[in-house]
């Protein structure tokens, strides 16, 4: 487990890390997300203990880095933005080079060959570096991490520079990777992430601005929950049948019409889902729902508002919802006391 407390790193007076707290627990491929400058490769070099904080602390398995920088690091397996690659080297000699530098314990050959297997780097290992593509440079940065067996693995940008073909190639790696260690990735890229990780955490201007499940930021930043399906029958009658299904709060035509379909926005009751039930009661009337959608923001859209010059409203309100849903959980939780 990864914990970060109140992290902040000033570059001489510009703030590049602002009180950054989160947890990463065993086993999770998160994602790192945020426009160009935004802090995250100082966020991966405070945490691989390559920077110093200006305050704050990173610990690994209960390690501090600064405390316990050995037992932290050799936990650690690091691919920063530039690999560091000895270009004169072949793959061989600088496997074998961060192995001695790293003290590895584990058998020297199988340990290696085992790596090498992994990121399929076997058959260049007699190369020198700087005769390979950039891809496979990539892939000798990633082997190079998994030098010593770490149980986290941070990439910082990994795919940058690299074109589609090899993008997917090592994104597959990283997904693969994930089945075994923790990982942390960082991109400016949202599909990216999206692609590998099941959790992201985005940053902006040196500030956490979101965290959570790709699916559940979704949900939980955007403003409009409803529906828009696209139906055809008779407007009156098809509206009474979806104020009559559980969990629909309102129903309102919008007025649009697609070919004999009309448009309706459905507002469901907090949380539930209506979908299926949609479906079902329209399927039985034969009234065929040509299209159906949801009007909360894509991932897409949350990143460009939050990464944006108007992220500070959109962030203030989204605390403010945050702290109004925490209240009204607060207050149930009491009341159930009360009534127990
Ligand atoms: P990118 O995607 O462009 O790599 P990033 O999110 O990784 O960006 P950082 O490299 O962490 O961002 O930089 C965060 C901020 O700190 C930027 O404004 C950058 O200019 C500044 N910065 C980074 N390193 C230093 C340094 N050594 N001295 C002063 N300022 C720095």
Not at 239 to 249: E, F, N, Q, T
Not at 254 to 279: H, M, Q, S
Request: proline letters at 4%; charged letters at 25%; glycine letters at 8%.
């Amino acid at each position: 487990m990864i914990e970060v407390k109140n992290l902040v790193k000033d570059y001489g007076g510009h703030l590049a890390v602002k009180n950054a707290s989160f947890t990463i627990r065993d086993g999770e491929i998160v994602g790192f997300l945020g426009p160009n400058g935004a802090g995250k490769s100082t966020t991966m070099n405070i945490l691989t203990g390559y920077l110093s904080a200006t305050s704050g602390s990173v610990s690994v398995d209960g390690y501090d880095i600064v405390e316990y920088p050995h037992e932290a690091k050799k936990r650690i397996g690091y691919l920063p933005e530039l690999p560091p690659l000895y270009t004169d080297m072949t793959v061989g000699e600088y496997l074998n080079f961060c192995y001695d530098l790293k003290k590895v314990t584990l058998p020297r050959k199988p340990h290696l060959e085992e790596i090498c297997r992994l990121v399929r780097i076997d058959n260049v290992y007699k190369r020198q570096i700087k005769n390979l593509s950039k891809g496979y440079r990539q892939r000798v940065g990633i082997a190079q991490a998994l030098i010593g067996n770490p149980d986290v693995l941070i990439l910082d940008e990994p795919t940058v520079g690299l074109d589609p073909v090899q993008i997917i190639e090592i994104r597959n790696l990283i997904a693969q990777l994930g089945k075994n260690h923790t990982v942390i990735l960082s991109s400016h890229i949202l599909s990216e992430i999206q692609a590998v990780c099941e959790r992201i955490i985005i940053i902006n201007k040196g500030v956490i601005v979101a965290d959570g499940m790709a699916s559940e930021l979704s949900h939980s930043l955007s403003q409009d929950h409803s529906l828009t399906a696209r139906i055809e029958g008779p407007k009156a009658e098809v509206m009474k049948l979806i104020a009559s299904i559980r969990g629909v709060d309102t129903v309102t035509a919008t007025g649009a019409k697609d070919g004999k379909a009309l448009e309706y926005r459905i507002l469901p009751l907090d949380g539930v889902d209506i979908r299926k039930a949609l479906f079902d009661r329209l399927a039985d009337r034969h009234w065929p729902l040509i299209a159906l959608s949801s009007n909360e923001l894509t991932l897409e859209e949350i990143f460009v508002r939050l990464a944006s010059d108007e992220n500070t409203e959109f962030v203030l309100k989204m605390q403010e919802k945050k702290e109004a849903e925490q209240n009204e959980a607060d207050a149930d939780q009491t009341e159930t006391e009360e009534n127990n």
